[in-house]
């Protein structure tokens, strides 16, 4: 099944739901929320979706996953984080790396991780595990859901226009690749120091 096929068949609300669960729940982790958003984007751009359905439903989605993920995190995050299949989803570096967001960019991180595949996850449910307080996060997470959420297929659409008419799947799937690359360009940076540079030093 190609991009367009899939996209098609999951329609509004299953992009909702992968976008409300990658926020609530571990399972999460293995959603590709940024891979769907742009191209669902660029497809309401060719009239195949109603941007202004769309868009509403990706926020609400997006927040209001976040914030189930907190109230999880708050009631039974470090029963959960010792459980056997939480231990195989979640592991310290993935802990380690939201505690040093929280540590530097503090309730700012709530916005920033929506750009980073498994902080998605895992910032709503430490959030609620920290006891952060709530009025500032459900701030942040609406704030982190109008820019992610509502902006990223935002930019797809005005992409989508671009594209002649007929001439989507042509384009579509180098869209999704430079995409993955630029969220992905952090982490591959990261190894590549650890893995080249650490041994030089």
Not at 97 to 123: M, N, P, Q
Not at 156 to 168: A, D, K, M, R, T
């Amino acid at each position: 099944m190609d991009m367009i096929t899939f996209l098609k068949t999951i329609g509004y609300v299953g992009t909702w739901a992968a976008l409300f669960s990658e926020g609530a729940f571990f399972f999460g982790i293995f959603l590709p929320g940024d891979s769907l958003l742009f191209p669902i984007g660029i497809l309401a751009g060719q009239g195949i979706f109603n941007l202004w359905i769309m868009l509403p439903g990706c926020f609400l989605a997006a927040f209001l996953g976040n914030l189930v993920g907190y109230e999880i995190g708050k009631r039974w995050g470090p029963k959960l984080l010792t459980t056997k299949y939480a231990s195989r989803l979640v592991k310290d570096h993935h802990v380690k790396t939201c505690e040093d967001f929280f540590e530097k960019y503090g309730a700012f991180t709530v916005v920033i991780s929506r750009f980073i595949h498994f902080a998605r996850t895992l910032v709503p449910f430490m959030a609620g595990m920290t006891r952060m307080d709530y009025k500032l996060f459900v701030a942040y997470s609406a704030l982190g859901a109008a820019v992610w959420a509502a902006g990223v297929p935002l930019l797809g659409y005005f992409v989508g226009e671009l594209i002649p008419e007929g001439s989507i799947d042509k384009y579509l799937l180098p869209f999704i690749g430079a995409l993955i690359l630029i969220v992905a360009s952090p982490a591959i940076i990261s190894v590549i120091k650890r893995r080249y540079f650490s041994k030089n030093v």
